[in-house]
Nanobody, 123 residues
Framework: QVQLVESGGGLVQAGGSLRLSCAASGRTFSRSGMGWFRQAPGKEREFVAAISWSGGSTYYADSVKGRFTISRDNAKNTVYLQMISLKPEDTAVYSC????????????????WGQGTQVTVSS
């Protein structure tokens, strides 16, 4: 059974930083893309960042470019999201996805999702 478990969310003041982690178990994703998405209250889920299996290619939503960094450790089957200069509009539940594919620099999520971790940025 595949499980993705996120951690690292919390409450932070605007301008602060957080590092999210997503650990996968049940199968290896070392040859697959992985990504982060977020969903704010009353809004649709939106893409945040994705990374290729080797880590050599990364993709970001325009709203987080220059502030968020995605990385992965294939030995640990884990993907990370380092977030700096956080803004109140970054408040959302952040979920990771594993096993997705890329086409024309767009990440297409697979069916493996974590349960999400809450990030709240106060002004």
């Amino acid at each position: 059974q595949v499980q993705l478990v996120e951690s690292g969310g919390g409450l932070v003041q605007a301008g602060g930083s957080l590092r999210l982690s997503c650990a996968a178990s049940g199968r290896t994703f070392s040859r697959s893309g992985m990504g982060w998405f977020r969903q704010a209250p009353g809004k649709e889920r939106e893409f945040v960042a994705a990374i290729s299996w080797s880590g050599g290619s990364t993709y970001y939503a325009d709203s987080v470019k220059g502030r968020f960094t995605i990385s992965r450790d294939n030995a640990k089957n884990t993907v990370y999201l380092q977030m700096i200069s956080l803004k109140p509009e970054d408040t959302a539940v952040y979920s990771c996805n594993a096993g997705g594919t890329f086409s024309s620099s767009k990440y297409y999520p697979a069916r493996y999702w974590g349960q999400g971790t809450q990030v709240t940025v106060s002004s």
